[in-house]
């Protein structure tokens, strides 16, 4: 048998009789189920009740009787956002933003921002989630299994012993490695089990076709994430000269990497891209919208202009003349304005939140826990991107609905004759029901590439560290 | 089968071996006396590459400890002062992972005829060495030792606080191993017990070889007036 596993099996012995180690084991293991089971049901009643509440509204909207286009545009219907099954993981932004949305003429309603009024920026990572549990316990528990991985050894004398049956500390460390990553295999296995299970059963495909997928990476990231800790740990514990000095260093880079340097950067994106209010946000669009983008030419003047560059197409002298109703025409260009003025501040705020991940991107660079945390949010499809790919969807829906509504309004009714037109059921039917489905995660990965970046550099450094560093390494000091 | 030549040792401007001479063949035992600092166990560290010397060389078989550090391993065995195994697992554990460590598979039935031979008592093999007194542990160190085959013992003051009983067995152990070629190197305090097993002893001060000679060529009594008279001054 070759060394490396005699020194793996031999350390998977000693922790296996360590009471404490498998206290805090058996604590994560739970914290993992009491979590994963959470999820689960969270996922699972939410589900419910969006689906329900969705086929309600869409029931409303179908039923809703006679009514004049533009009223029925006001009277607008819900949609809501599905959550993706692998929320139960990972709740990534869900709590931070909210999950419906009122969609009617004229008006895009805030989404996003609402949750972000009513909590600290604390909610986005606070939630006991599974993702949690491994990027931030699992971790600790690293660190109390290893943190003596050498110095106990140095200490007792026995690593004295060890060196001179001529193991190199190469051998030493890649067996110590071994052994804890598959303790740590042993832990989590029946956790990664029920998620593969709860999230291919209790899926709902349509909202997150390439789940499989998604666990894989997750799972890969992860294990690579664990890795370099497992690694760093046991590296520190080689060459720190005591097991108080290591589990100090540990500890306290374990602070720094999982709970100070994302809080701080989180609050740096915060004030060094700062988002408007919500009230600001609406007053600039509602401001545009009234006085038009350039500042000069107001909603009258628009009308004005549309009335002027039709009179003179259809070559007739009054609005009523066209061979179709104004009043449709001008309601849509009004709302295709409104379109351009959305989407010149939404792309705003948008540029905001982009440069605020992408701080985050960069921190990760030297915070790995940064780039798993990015990364388990953005395949779990909780991430800012897949919000805002549902936000953009949303947004295309509305828009079309009240496309059709302006349309049908054009084409069938007359000018000045607003109470007099109802449309029915059949215009009803022709808006179809909201779905959601989440992007392809390969259309995501684009927006995390530092994020990869930094998880390959630090395993780079890590494998570095543990092969050649150690050359000089002797189990004597002095 | 185990040679230092000039080999030295410096901490700063601290001489802590100078310039040794010694050897050790097969089928002897070299006693290294000296008081604590003296030098003894900078030696068995230098001949173990524990750490590296400042000049001169360290071999066994003619191999340089510094550069086939693996292989020069591979023949000898190593016991401390106290003998550190893991107190979570038991004796026959240790063992069988030492072992194992160097190459040697041994089956649990050879493992423990490996301990009992080393005169541990038969209903502590499979008990947590947490459970061992200090002499219980050197046995089983010299069961390693045994069952490592090896051709080289580096012995660090083993017999230190053992009861005389448990020094006994011990160096009856060690006369067993010599009977079978093995060449020794072992520093101790113990006078008697070097005089005892000894076949040949040297005597160190501050880092320097000061005298060396057959244990035959000398009684016990010339070995303690020796001793103390080198010590004294």
């Known amino acids: 048998m070759p060394p490396l596993i005699i020194v793996a ?47 309600e509204k869409r029931q409303e909207w179908l039923n809703q009787g006679d009514k004049h286009p533009h009223i029925a545009a006001h009277y607008g219907t819900f949609v809501f956002k599905p959550k993706t099954v692998l929320s139960l993981f990972d709740f990534g932004l869900d709590a931070y933003t909210g999950t419906s949305i009122y969609l009617e003429a004229h008006h895009q309603h805030e989404f996003m921002f609402r949750p972000a009024q009513d909590h600290s920026s604390m909610i986005r990572f606070g939630e006991l989630s599974a993702a949690l549990v491994i990027k931030i316990l699992v971790p600790l528990l690293i660190i109390f299994l290893t ?12 690593l004295s ?21 598959t303790l740590l295999l042993v832990i989590l296995l029946p956790f990664l089990i029920g998620l593969l299970i709860l999230s291919i059963f209790g899926s709902h495909q349509q909202t997150m076709p390439d789940v499989t997928t998604r666990i894989v990476l997750l799972a890969l990231i992860y294990a690579v994430y664990l890795f370099l800790f497992i690694a760093f740990s046991v590296w520190v514990s080689l060459h720190s000269s005591t097991g108080r000095n290591a589990l ?29 209010s919500i009230r600001e946000f609406k007053a600039a669009i509602e401001k545009d919208k009234a006085y038009g983008l350039d500042g000069k030419t107001p909603r009258s003047v628009r009308i004005e202009n549309l009335e002027k560059e039709l009179l003179s197409k259809y070559e007739v002298d009054s609005v009523q003349q066209l061979p179709f109703n104004f009043e449709g025409v001008m309601m849509q260009r009004g709302e295709e304005y409104s379109h351009k003025v959305y989407d010149h501040h939404f792309g705003k705020i948008k540029e905001i939140f982009f440069r605020q991940n992408r701080l985050s991107s960069l921190a990760s660079l030297i915070n790995p826990f940064l780039s798993v945390q990015n990364l388990s949010m953005a395949f779990s499809g909780t991430d800012t991107y897949t919000f805002l790919h549902f936000e953009e969807t949303v947004e295309t829906y509305r828009r079309e609905m009240i496309r059709k509504m302006n349309n049908d309004m054009a084409e069938n009714s007359k000018y000045g004759e607003f109470f007099e037109y109802a449309a029915g059921s059949e215009l009803w039917h022709q808006l179809e029901d909201f779905s959601y489905q989440t992007p392809p995660i390969w259309k995501s990965l684009k927006y995390y590439y530092l994020e990869f970046v930094s998880l390959l550099l ?7 560290l543990i092969n050649y560093s150690n050359r000089k390494t002797k189990p004597l000091y002095g | 089968m185990l040679q230092a030549k000039n080999l030295t040792k410096k901490y700063g401007n601290f001489t802590a071996l100078d310039a040794l001479n010694l050897s050790v063949n097969e089928g002897e035992i070299f006693c290294l ?15 173990l590459n524990l750490i590296e010397p400042t000049n001169g060389l360290a071999t066994i078989n003619s191999l340089d400890v510094s550069q086939y550090s693996k ?11 106290n003998l550190m195994l893991y107190s979570s697992l038991s004796g026959l554990e240790n063992l069988d992972f030492f072992c194992g460590l160097g190459g040697k598979i041994y089956s649990k039935e050879e493992l423990e005829e490996l301990l009992k031979e080393s005169g541990l008592q038969p209903d502590f093999i499979h008990k947590r060495v947490s459970s061992y007194s200090k002499g219980m542990r050197q046995k089983v160190g010299i069961a390693l030792a045994r069952a490592r085959k090896a051709s080289v ?7 230190s606080g053992l009861d005389p009983k448990a020094s006994n067995e011990f160096s009856e152990l060690l006369l067993n191993m010599k009977e079978k070629g093995v060449a020794t190197l072992m520093a101790t305090h113990d006078l008697f017990r070097a005089k005892d097993t000894g076949t040949h002893i040297g005597i160190m001060r501050e880092g320097v070889l000061i005298e060396h000679f057959a244990t035959d060529d000398v009684s016990f009594r010339d070995l303690e007036s020796l001793y103390l008279k080198h010590m004294h001054n």
């Open chain 1, 458 to 464: 630090w395993m780079v450094l890590i494998l570095f």
């Open chain 2, 33 to 47: 006396l000296g008081a604590n600092g003296a030098g003894k166990s900078t030696t068995i560290n230098l001949f």
């Open chain 1, 248 to 276: 100090l260093i540990l500890l306290s880079s374990w602070i720094f990497l999982t709970i100070l340097m994302p809080k701080t950067v989180a609050n740096l994106s915060e004030n060094f891209y700062d988002l408007p």
């Open chain 1, 147 to 158: 943190f003596a991985s050498y110095t106990k050894e140095r200490e007792s004398g026995t």
């Open chain 1, 161 to 181: 012993l060890l060196i001179s049956q001529g193991i190199s500390f190469r051998t030493l460390t890649w067996g110590k490695i071994l052994a804890y990553s």
């Open chain 1, 9 to 55: 099996k031999k350390e998977i012995k000693i922790a296996l009789r360590e009471k404490l180690a498998v206290a805090l084991a058996v604590i994560i293991m739970l914290l993992l189920g009491v979590a994963l089971y959470a999820g689960f049901l969270s996922y699972q009643q939410q589900h419910v009740v969006i689906t329900q509440t969705q086929a």
């Open chain 2, 153 to 159: 013992l580096l012995l660090d003051e083993p017999t």
């Open chain 2, 71 to 81: 292989e020069t391993k591979q023949l000898l065995s190593y016991i401390p002062e």
